[in-house]
């Protein structure tokens, strides 16, 4: 039976895009050279010795606890297993191309930078799979409050375009799944439907 694992995907993903406090979310990510001075498991100073690599970058933690669990988050997550940054990347390029071409949508984005959109987009899916970098970008119903006419019918077709990018490029099927239950978990907020209860 899918629908548990599925269901408890989608909330980890919404709780992971509660917003940190902007100033520690900048001091407990890397830069190109230069480690990150907050830890980003415990928020507590970093020793400068506890670090690992990924994808090119050092983070630093507080202590090996911390360094371990963040080791365990990035090897368990669906973003490492869909072959990380790179594959992110070309995966998102792919996507847009498809829905640049469908008639279906690409109204929405005429007047849409779209070297901006990718970006966003490529961020914003990385951190949705649990990529390393936290989403800090607009949240789902203030980026898409502005598309009039926007349904359903678009956002299938949105889906559509993602899922056919995946099996283009050969992703495994258990993946895709998981990608298209983070992709349906935004529906109500990309097409801003009344929150439950409101
Ligand atoms: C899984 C569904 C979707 C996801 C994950 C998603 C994600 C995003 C992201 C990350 C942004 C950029 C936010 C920012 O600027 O910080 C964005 C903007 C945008 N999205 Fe979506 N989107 C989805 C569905 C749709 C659909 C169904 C449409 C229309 C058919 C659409 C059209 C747009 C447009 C036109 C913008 C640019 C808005 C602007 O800059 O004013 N999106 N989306």
Redesign the pocket.
Known sequence: MKIFPLAALALAFLLSLTPAPAADSAASLPTEGKSNTVCPISGKPVNPKITIEYEGLTYAFADNACRAKFKAAREASLYHKLGGKAAIDAAVEAFYVKVLADDR?KH??SD?NMTR?RR??K???SA?FGGPIPWT??D?RK??A??PG?NET??N???EN?KSTLEDLKIKPELIDQVMAI?GS??DD?LNRPKPGK
């Open positions: 949508v929405f984005f849409i959109q966003k987009q961020e914003f899916l949705a970008g607009k789902m980026a898409h502005n598309l926007l678009h956002f077709a949105i889906a993602l992709a935004v529906k990309v």
